[in-house]
């Protein structure tokens, strides 16, 4: 009696287990049907007023993954996409024509009017989802969101290809999230104060001792401007010279940028179409094995249940479904290890992908700068070298 009771109980658990699981297998992404358009600010701006707008290299997200996700994700592809990313949301902002300069920044050491913060979330070749902060040099935060978007085989197709990226829609909502935002919050006087603020706080970081007190953090901590110089001040002049060198360089970091980009496309794509049709049958493969595990298992417990029957018929069938449920099972890892595949395959194409978009040489007007570390080593290195040459035109002043 007590057996029948536990096996009964079982039997309840496992079918419960197995409608869960089937309603799971069920559940599928809603794939993208609607190309959005970018929308273009219809009000005229004055060229002062065109904020500069700078995107950091993303955040790969490989901290936050899970340890399935972690089977599955290439650190390689992941660290490639989030300097790949950031640069198709910065040319998406630049067509946009609302904007004023747009660039894709190793780092917030550039000054800016406002920044962009990415973290990829997920990024397989069917869904992607990424998590943008935006805030203004201030320090007002704008606004946080996520973004996801999940696409058909369609998006692959050549034609598709040669239009668009086939993730184009979640950067096109980004632009018209922020246009948005910045027409129903900030006035022109707003605008012009952010631009301000931006231009000292560059003053100040090569010269402290002249601009440090330009510049204050209130209680809410949003940096206000106190005072502002003269047009006509020599240091600032100095300032706006060393601001222009920089502009230069980072305008030849932006060609690295398109660069990569550029040589990453082809075979990026290739992985996220391959990883696109790998994610899909892996998914089929996970199903088919928990359906095998569920029902192979519940198999073997019928079969346990039955050989404690007194009828020589039903025990002997109990044999057959004990025999068919290990079957079953084992069926079911052998279709786990068939996953294992699809999961080593994608991580060898992250390691191509990564030595095909390896960094190259930059060239500046006057030099070559080898960049045998990252871009953000190499910044870091010219910023340094604009700090000599500041103090070397004001003798050290």
Same mark, same amino acid.
Request: glycine letters at 8%; aromatic letters at 8%.
């Given at each position: 009696m007590g057996i029948d009771m536990g096996i009964s109980a079982?039997?309840?658990?496992l079918l419960g287990l197995m409608a869960a699981t089937l309603v799971a297998c069920a559940t599928t992404s809603v794939k993208? &049907? !609607?190309y959005v358009q970018i929308v273009q600010d219809t009000a005229p701006v004055s060229e002062d007023l065109l904020m500069d707008i700078g995107v950091t290299v993303f955040d790969p997200g490989i901290d936050e993954l899970s340890r399935k996700e972690e089977e599955r994700v290439s650190p390689e592809i992941r660290n490639a996409e989030a300097r790949y990313a950031p640069y198709m949301l910065a040319e998406t902002l630049q067509r946009s024509g609302n904007w004023g300069v747009v660039r894709v920044l190793p780092? =917030? &050491?550039t000054t800016m009017d406002v920044y962009l913060h990415g973290q990829i979330l997920q990024s397989d070749g069917e869904g992607m989802i990424i998590k943008i902060t935006a805030r203004d040099s201030t320090g007002r935060l704008w606004y946080t969101k996520e973004y996801e978007e999940h696409i058909s085989k369609f998006n692959y =197709?050549?034609?598709q290809r040669q239009a668009n990226d086939p993730f184009q829609v979640i950067y096109n909502n980004i632009a018209n999230d922020l246009l948005a935002?910045?027409?129903a919050n900030l006035k022109s006087n707003q605008i012009a104060n952010i631009r301000a603020v931006s231009e000292l706080q560059f003053a100040r970081n090569f010269a402290p001792e002249i601009f440090g007190e330009y510049l204050r953090v209130n209680n809410r901590g949003i940096t206000e401007v106190v005072r502002l110089p003269a047009d006509n001040d020599p240091s600032l002049a100095r300032i706006r010279e060393i601001r222009q060198r920089d502009n230069l360089f980072v305008d030849t970091v932006q060609d690295y940028y398109a660069n990569y980009a550029r040589q990453m496309r082809v075979p990026y794509d290739s992985w996220r179409e391959q990883s696109f049709i790998a994610t899909e049958d892996l998914e089929k493969v996970e199903a088919s094995a928990r359906r095998r595990l569920l029902m192979g298992t519940a198999a073997i417990v019928g079969g346990i249940a039955a050989a404690t029957s007194n009828n020589a018929a039903v025990q002997t069938g109990s044999?057959? %479904?004990v025999g068919a449920g290990a079957y079953m099972v084992k069926s079911s890892f052998d279709k786990r290890a068939e996953a294992e595949i699809h999961i080593a395959a994608l991580q060898e194409l992250g390691e191509s992908l990564e030595s095909e978009v390896a960094p190259k040489m930059i060239d500046l007007d006057d030099r070559q700068v080898m960049l045998t570390g990252t871009v953000e080593e190499q910044y870091? !290195?010219?910023r340094e070298i604009l700090v000599d040459l500041y103090h070397e =035109? &004001? %003798?050290g002043i």
């Open positions: 079982v039997r309840t658990t993208s &049907t !609607q780092n =917030e &050491t =197709e050549a034609s935002w910045r027409k044999l057959v %479904g870091k !290195q010219w =035109e &004001t %003798g």
